[in-house]
């Protein structure tokens, strides 16, 4: 599980990560632990889509952790990672942070409810199939469900997921073989879609349901279209 701290207190944010990998460690999660205090270069880099978990403080100087969380919810899409757990001693902050709808929100001076929200959420992660690859100096664990559609860009794989793109360096062949059992079908040598996303199937593209075309070619054309009817038939 990969864990963002956020916090603008450099001391707390060593005392916080120890506390977090001890809890990891006991309750046999694994966990990558990041910790910055630079709110606003998690924002400007989009750092936060390589994460599954993101603790974040709210009253910081650069930028505020509610508006982060706000910015990281309008990104992120009708995915649920990155999970958003305020740690913060600002009671009266409490209300303003709870619009942005966190998974949770734990007072600094009680850290030690942050255990049975961290073994929570990795029990939902593990109820849905994943999927991981390998982003730059990145791990990244994206839910398949999640992703919409790949696409072959030179030597690179990018991944269009409803949180954002990921990039990894390797060959659709090797995508398909992984994913072809997940509901992906191929309509175009370079692309991959998750069948679920899929809208409607035309002449030479498939439509998407947010209105984007993916190229479909006359190869790939009957498959799609019985692979497509087939899930149609048998979703439940």
Known sequence: MNILIIDDNKNYLRILKTKVLEMCSKN?????????????????????????????????????????????????????????????????????????????????????????????????????????????????TLIIEDIIYLEKKNNYVVFHTVSGEYRERTKIEEKYKDLANFGFVRPQIGYLVNIKYIKDIRLSSVVLDDGTQIPLSKKYRKTVKNDYFDWMVNRK
């Open 28 to 140: 046999s999660i694994p966990a990558n632990i990041t910790t910055t205090d630079k709110s606003e270069e998690v924002l400007k880099t989009n750092l936060y889509l390589h994460y599954d978990v993101i603790l974040l403080d709210i009253d910081m100087p650069e930028v505020s952790g509610i508006h982060l969380a706000s910015q990281i919810n309008s990104s992120k899409g009708k995915s649920e990672k990155p999970y958003i757990v305020f740690v913060s001693c600002k009671d009266g902050l409490v209300f303003d942070a709870l619009k942005e709808l966190p998974y949770s929100f734990v007072r600094k001076e009680y850290e030690d409810d942050l255990e049975t929200i961290l073994i929570s959420i990795y029990e939902k992660i593990k109820m849905k199939d994943t999927y991981t690859i390998r982003n730059g100096r990145h791990i990244d």
